[in-house]
């Protein structure tokens, strides 16, 4: 496609459920980042692919979240056992060349935790 | 702990005025520099990047870095009301930690017709 590409765009699930959100770059980028916004914040950095490198974690905020990139290409951002503090909009944002800054986001998922 | 600090605002201007965001980072080694730019409810866009000490400009936008005083500014010449949104200063770091790239939290700009 020609930009990112993010599913679902919105999801609510219960406290306590696994949610999966996908995450498909522009071709061809090597890079990619997962970050998280709540309401009215900043962003918050998630966690790094680059390539076949292993990914910086630093940013995941608690063991209930992974993620993985397959194949150098699609992310999956998931989150386990779900708790309120988790509704935010989680966005993916890929570059072509890796650590240069200049990124392109998707839209976003949006996550509401009931 | 390397940060980027911006002013939260709400900085409100009138049509046809001159915007000025301002941006100040931690991290002297920082090399490059980006403005993106976010609509109520949508995802981030780069709007601006700049790399060496003086002024860039394309279209009513103008980045200005100053190393020396590690502040980037952007200029939003002529302001429309369609330029209301969040501008999000990034810099690169270095270092390889969190992609490279810290994000301030945001600067609310307002133009009022």
């Known amino acids: 496609g020609a930009g990112v590409s993010q599913s679902p765009s919105n999801k609510v699930t219960e406290k306590g459920k696994d949610v999966e959100l996908r995450c498909d770059p522009i071709?061809?980028?090597?890079?990619l980042y997962w970050y998280r916004q709540s309401l009215g914040q900043g962003l918050e950095f998630l966690i790094y692919f680059q390539g076949n490198s292993a990914p910086d974690k630093s940013g995941l905020p608690s063991d209930r979240f992974s993620a993985e990139r397959t194949g150098g290409s699609v992310s999956t951002l998931t989150i386990q056992r779900t708790q309120q503090e988790d509704s935010a909009v989680y966005l993916c944002?890929?570059?072509?060349?890796?650590?240069?800054?200049?990124?392109?986001f998707g839209e976003g998922s949006r996550l509401t935790v009931l | 702990q390397k940060e980027v600090e911006q002013n939260s605002g709400p900085l409100s201007v009138p049509e046809g005025a001159i915007a000025s965001l301002n941006c100040t980072y931690s991290?002297?080694?920082?090399?490059?520099f980006f403005w993106y730019r976010q609509y109520s409810g949508k995802s981030p866009e780069l709007i601006m990047s700049i790399y060496s000490n003086g002024d860039k400009e394309d279209g009513r936008f103008t980045a200005q870095l100053n190393k020396a005083s590690q502040y980037v500014s952007l200029l939003i010449r002529d302001s429309q009301p369609s330029d209301s949104a969040t501008y999000l200063c990034a810099v690169n770091i270095g270092g390889g930690s969190q992609g490279n790239l810290i994000f301030g939290k945001g600067t609310k700009l307002s133009v009022k017709p």
């Open positions: 991290d002297r080694g920082s090399q490059s």
């Open positions: 071709s061809g980028h090597t890079a």
């Open positions: 944002a890929s570059s072509l060349v890796s650590l240069t800054g200049e990124l392109f």
